[in-house]
């Protein structure tokens, strides 16, 4: 992979895009994780009420879900561009590449893990869908 000369300015967006682009990944494991305990929580309760409600979170948290996927995706495209000169350099330089690739493969694991358990979620949410009484599905549908 070819490596630039990033000056001050490159280096700043190039910095800010990588943080941004770990704190999506990070969205997506922690919105997975956040609506998996309010789904276990409809389980438990078992009601059309605690349903709606899980209903109406997801709709929200699929937005943010989407949202941080594609900035993974998006961000992840001048992260790999600069790689080797960026990121790769830095982390040679301070003996940190085992690190480096360690919290690479976490992260893309995170990434697949995360998008393997929404699309198993959303299966689940047309079934909840199905169950719930006509006005309350009425009410999910306005929101």
């Given amino acids: 992979m070819p490596t630039f000369d990033i000056g001050p300015g490159l280096g700043v967006v190039i910095m800010m895009n990588n943080y941004f ?10 919105s997975g994780f956040a ?4 789904l276990r929580i409809q ?3 078992n009601t059309p009420q605690a349903t709606l ?3 109406k979170t997801n709709s929200h948290m699929k937005k943010l879900f989407k949202f941080a996927l594609w900035w993974v995706i998006l961000g992840g495209v001048p992260r790999t561009i600069f790689y080797t000169s960026f990121e790769w350099a830095n982390a040679a330089d301070k003996l940190q ?13 995170a990434v697949v893990w995360g998008i393997y358990a929404w699309r198993r ?23």
């Fill in 43 to 45: 389980t438990s309760m």
């Fill in 21 to 30: 682009h770990d704190m999506a990944t990070g969205l997506l494991v922690g």
């Fill in 35 to 38: 609506l998996h305990a309010i």
């Fill in 121 to 143: 979620m959303q299966k689940r949410v047309e079934l909840l869908k199905e169950s719930l009484p006509a006005e309350m599905r009425a009410e999910l549908k306005k929101s």
């Fill in 97 to 109: 590449v085992p690190a480096l690739a360690v919290k690479h493969v976490m992260m893309f694991a």
């Fill in 53 to 55: 409600f899980f209903l």
